[in-house]
Each structure stands twice: as C-alpha cells, then as structure tokens.
C-alpha cells in the first residue's frame, strides 16, 4: 500500500527515521558505552552486554494503541526494510537507517493453530510458531538481519573494510550467518566452526553453498564458541554468535511477531521455547518486556524454557527454589535437538537477569522451565508430522515440553500456548530416518514405537518384467505393467474395485 493512503495520524510514521538512543550496558559492573563499534563483552569488565535504548521513555509519549495501529498498518507497507524484523523499528534497532537494513525474506512466520487431530491428542488448544520458514531455515536470521544490518551501517558510515564475521554453531547460526553476509558481497567475509559429527548433512551444506570458510572441529558446540572468543579477542573479527547483542535485537521481533498475531491479547498465552545458548529466550524476554513497558501489550504471556535431559543447565537452575539456586555447566551427552545441544549456555548471566524482571513485571510463575526425554521429543515431532504439521527436532523439544508441562499442571486454566518451531524439518530429517530405521537406541536412548514407524515398499510384481532402467517399454509391455502395477497397489491398500 502507498505512503498517502494511509490514515492520516500514522502516515509520516509509517516509514521510520534512525533515532533513539542505543547503549550497550553491562550487566556486570553497570558500565555504558556508545553503539560506535561492535563489542561483545563489556570493555571495561569482560561482562555480558545488553542493548538498551536509553531513551525508550519516548516511546511511551504515545499510547499503546497507537504503536498497535502503526505496527498493524505497517504490515502493508511495500517497503524491503519494513518487511523483516525493522517493521518494528522503534522497539527494534532504531539507531540504523532504513537505508542500511538488510532484509531476505525474514520474520513474519505464521502462527498456525494445532490441526484438530493433534490437538485432541495433547488435550489443549495450542498454537505452533513455524520459524523455519525464514530464508536459512531456522529464527537466526531475525537475528542476522539485525547484526549484519549494524554491520552494513559501519561499513557505509565508518568506511569499515575487509570485515571477517565468524561464529561457532550447532548449525543454523553458520547457515544464516554465510547467507547474510553473503549478501553483502565482498565487504564481509562469513568463516564458520561446527563441531565434527554434530551438524546433519543438510546444515553443513548450508554455509559451503553460501561460500563461507567453513572449519569442522573436534569436540561438542561448547568448544568451537572457546576457539571463537579466543579468535574475537585475539583479531580483528566480528563476532556472530548471539554474545553479539545486536542478534538479540533481532530476534526480538520473534516476540512482537506472537503479541501482534493475538491482537496484541498476550495475557493469556503461555510460550514454550527450546533453549541452548539461551539467546533466543533472552530476546523474546527482553521484547515482551519492551512491549509492556510502552503499554503495547497490558499483560505479559508466560514464558516456558524447555530442556532436553541430556543438555539441561537451564532446567536444572530453574528447578531449584528461588533462595538456593545455583548456576553448573552441565556436559552435554548426544540429543536429537542438536541444536539446543549446549551444557554453558553464554547468554546465562542475560537470561537470569531478565527472568527475575520478568517474574517482578507479571508475578511469580511468569517464567518456568521443564525438561523433556529424548523420546518424548522424538515422538512429538512425528505426531506433529502426522497431524499435518512439520516442526524440527526442538519443535518436536517445544511440543513435548507443552505435554510435560500439560501433565505437571504448569499450563493454567484458559490459557493458550504458542510453540516455537525454531527451524525446518528438513533440516533435522537424518533424525527421522535413522528412528524409522530403529537406529536412535544406541547414542540417544531413543526406540522407534512400531506405531510411528513408516518405509517406503518395493513394489513386487511376480511374472512380470519391472521396466528395466533406462530402457522403455513397449506399448504392449505397459500396458500389461500399468495393469498388474495398479492390482498390486490396490491389494496392498486394501481398496475394493469400484462396482
Ligand atoms: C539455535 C537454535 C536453538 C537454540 O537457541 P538458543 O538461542 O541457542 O537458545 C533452538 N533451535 C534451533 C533450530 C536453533 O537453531
Ligand atoms: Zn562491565
């Protein structure tokens, strides 16, 4: 839709200008520094750092509603960088100019009610966030929109060159991490560590077809982020992992995207989240609490962390009562949400500070955590499958925390939950495979219910020549093929012939 045809109160505000007032704070020693470069950890303290609009107050000079308004209208607005995350520009990153956005098709993934036979399965009406129908496959593009954008915007104000943007992964940072940077042809260069063995096929092709240098090591994800922040401390590179602050930004919008797809009715819905480096629960947090204080939204969602057992950190804090909590790497062991895989999440320290504002702001239970069994993850993403929906394996994670949480009462009356599909299926497919083929037991405890089970059939047809490869048939060969070809499925299938 056009600039002009929108309505009059929001028209010059539908195309946003670069303004606010960012800061990266640190959360250690309370320090503040300028969004002049890229920091990771806190200059003066090696802390974590948060990106904080110092002056958010503006934002609440006008009323919810009409931030509600403005989002709703802008949805309609045809301009690329408005389409992504930045169509949240205000409450998103609004240092950086349209102009520098970098935008491929990200955000804005469909929130797609449970088809009727998996809801009667669970026993309660839910809704699944499918984001991995972003350009990479997976929600870290919302956050490589924003890093790459800021970077983009140093590069055209700083006249930064020869950039080199690195990352470790359990696989789908590295794959958006070569496509964004990819994007920006020559002025960045994208080099990505995956630990050897634990990344499917279909991830690791991912950052080769993007032209990134890619290093496999050996070791788990915990490891390659080690040789990462060795790297960011020891040379001029930029740091892609969700340490860099501006991914949190980004996947804020993940947030934004759940109040705007209920109307901006929050207070009754309760979002599962599978977390690993704890990046992407931070910045849903840290959005839903931006959304509140402007009054965007009246009452916060809850919010629910799901773990598998074999990668639980988070769980195992979260499980203790307030006063005697303590935090303890844990060392993971294989899970088939590979990539939740992490046993030090580095977003920690950002995710227990967030977790406690958030229980202030909506009140104790606001923010819970459960744990999930490798075959309980397993099998909610082959009943999702079968119900009419694809979710990756930390879908699967998302589904089955929904189910552990139903069963221990952690889901309240009349509310609502929204899972996150964190990825595509057909990226996590050698998990599927390997439990049809009954191969999960051994490394992930995990046996394939015969139920769930399913292969494709070689079609036998005694007496009759297969056509062979390559060769053709002739007519009279098909046709007496064709014939036997359609008795055999039909007997297979049990279908009566038409009388
Ligand atoms: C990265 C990732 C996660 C975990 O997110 P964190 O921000 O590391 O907690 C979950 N699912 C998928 C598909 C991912 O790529
Ligand atoms: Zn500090």
Redesign the pocket.
């Given at each position: 839709m056009k600039p002009e045809l929108f309505p009059e109160d929001i028209r010059d505000r539908i195309l946003p200008e670069a303004g606010g007032d960012l800061r990266y704070d640190c959360l250690k020693c309370g320090g503040s520094f300028p969004p002049d470069a890229l920091h990771y950890t806190c200059p003066a303290c090696g802390g974590l750092l948060l990106l904080r609009d110092h002056a958010e107050g503006r934002l609440r000079e006008r009323p919810g509603s009409w931030w509600r308004r403005l989002f709703d209208h802008r949805l309609m607005a045809n301009s690329q960088a408005l389409r992504g995350v930045f169509c949240y520009h205000e409450f998103l990153a609004p240092l950086i100019p349209l102009e520098d956005v970098v935008y491929l098709g990200e955000a804005h993934t469909p929130a797609v009610k449970a088809p009727e036979p998996l809801e009667k399965e669970v026993g309660a009406p839910f809704f699944v966030k499918l984001?991995?129908l972003n350009p990479s496959a997976?929600?870290?593009d919302r956050g490589m929109a924003a890093a790459l954008s800021f970077v983009r915007h140093l590069v055209r104000v700083q006249g930064k060159r020869g950039v080199m943007a690195v990352c470790a992964?359990?696989?789908?940072?590295s794959a958006a991490a070569a496509l964004y940077s990819a994007s920006l042809g020559g002025a960045v260069r994208a080099a990505v560590l995956l630990p050897r063995g634990y990344v499917t096929p279909q991830q690791l092709s991912q950052p080769l077809g993007a032209g990134a240098s890619v290093f496999e090591l050996p070791g788990v994800f915990d490891d390659c982020m080690k040789v990462v922040e060795r790297l960011s401390e020891d040379y001029d590179v930029v740091l892609l992992n969700?340490k860099n602050p501006w991914r949190v930004l980004g996947?804020e919008s993940y947030a934004f995207e759940v109040a705007q797809q209920f109307d901006w009715e929050t207070g009754d819905l309760v979002l599962f989240?599978?977390?690993?480096?704890?990046?992407?629960?931070?910045?849903i947090l840290g959005g839903l609490l931006k959304l509140h204080r402007a009054g965007v939204i009246e009452r916060l969602p809850r919010v629910t962390a799901v773990q598998s057992e074999r990668a639980n950190p988070v769980f195992r804090y979260y499980s203790a009562a307030p006063g005697s909590r303590s935090y303890e790497p844990v060392k993971v062991r294989p899970s088939v949400?590979q990539?939740?895989m992490?046993g030090d999440?580095?977003?920690f320290p950002r995710l227990a500070w967030l977790a406690q504002e958030y229980e202030a702001a909506r009140g104790p239970g606001a923010f819970q955590a459960v744990e999930v069994t490798e075959q309980d993850i397993m099998d909610s993403m082959i009943l999702a499958n079968r119900t009419g929906l694809t979710v990756?394996?930390?879908?699967g994670?998302s589904l089955a925390g929904l189910r552990a949480a139903l069963a221990a009462g952690l889901v309240l009356p009349g509310e609502t939950a929204v899972l996150?599909?964190?990825?595509h299926a057909l990226?996590?497919m050698e998990f599927q495979n390997a439990y049809f083929r009954g191969e999960l037991a051994a490394d992930y405890g995990v046996s394939s219910r015969p139920g769930n089970v399913n292969a494709p059939r070689a079609l036998e047809l005694p007496g009759i020549g297969l056509p062979a490869q390559g060769k053709t048939l002739t007519p009279e060969e098909r046709s007496v093929f064709t014939v036997a070809a359609a008795r055999a499925i039909a007997s297979a299938l049990g279908l009566a012939p038409k009388s």
């Open positions: 984001d991995g997976s929600f870290k992964s359990t696989g789908d940072t969700s996947q989240v599978p977390v690993g480096n704890a990046g992407n629960i931070t910045a949400a990539a939740a992490i999440p580095v977003s990756c394996t930390q879908g994670e996150d599909s964190t990825a990226k996590f």
